[in-house]
């Protein structure tokens, strides 16, 4: 078992660029596996955890339903947005500056082999995060990701999530909403649940700016904490 992760900051980059990069990385350690099976070989698979902000674009998942995106392409372009499908589980979600976006690409046989319980620590990573700003952040049943005020008609989602999976690698993962422009998410149904509303932590508190640095540090050391992982 190797608990070591890659931790990679990529700075402000192009989605699709990212995309890319998580692909070729995924692949890497999906031929590692296939390879230590087939020649009965035992050696170690590398972990990485990406750590991003992109530009305005809209992504829509496998299962996820183009009606929820409610903008045509010229209003995209005038917003400087861009549009992907792509290959993760859940509906439509947006990113953006201001968001802190993570992406595990993680072989889980080096953790535990369960999705459920990857997705729950995912959760609890941004719930811990956030206890340490002083806000209650919940997980809302039946659906992925952390929200506010849960059961009331003031549930606002704060941080959106949606894997893939495959031989136990994990690629995409989550986007906790701290400085972002809120008006993009009009343009679109989140995650495909109407009626609910979207925040971000600076509003949350507030604030006109928090420190995206400081909010990547505790979501790190929450994230070390519950995979008993160690960066490098």
């Known amino acids: 078992m190797n608990k070591q992760v890659n931790l990679q900051n990529l700075g402000y980059k192009d989605y699709k660029e990212t995309w890319d ?32 902000e992109h530009p305005h674009v809209y992504t829509l ?33 947006y990113h953006g500056p201001g968001q802190l976006v993570g992406y595990p690409i ?71 909403n701290v400085n972002a422009d809120l008006g993009y998410f009009d343009h679109i149904i989140p995650c495909g649940i109407e009626g609910k509303a979207v925040t971000s932590l600076n509003v949350e508190l507030g604030k006109k700016e928090i420190s995206l640095g400081e909010v990547q540090e505790k979501v790190l050391k929450h994230f070390a904490e519950l995979f008993e992982a160690q960066f490098n």
């Open 21 to 52: 990069y998580q692909e070729k990385l995924f692949k890497e350690i999906l031929d590692l596996k296939i390879k230590n099976r087939r020649q009965n070989l035992n050696e170690k698979t590398p972990n990485y955890l990406l750590m991003v």
């Open 61 to 93: 998942g496998k299962s996820g339903d183009i009606k929820n995106l409610l903008i045509s392409e010229a209003e995209l372009e005038k917003k400087q947005a861009s549009y992907y499908k792509i290959n993760r589980g859940g509906d439509i979600t």
């Open 106 to 176: 993680l072989d889980l046989d080096n953790f535990f082999t369960d999705i459920h319980k990857y997705l729950r620590f995912l959760e609890e990573t941004i719930i811990r995060t956030l206890a340490e700003y002083g806000l209650k952040a919940e997980r809302s049943n039946g659906e992925t990701g952390v929200w506010l005020d849960v059961g009331t008609p003031f549930a606002r989602k704060i941080c959106a999530m949606g894997v893939r999976a495959s031989r136990w690698v994990t690629m995409h993962g989550f986007a906790l």
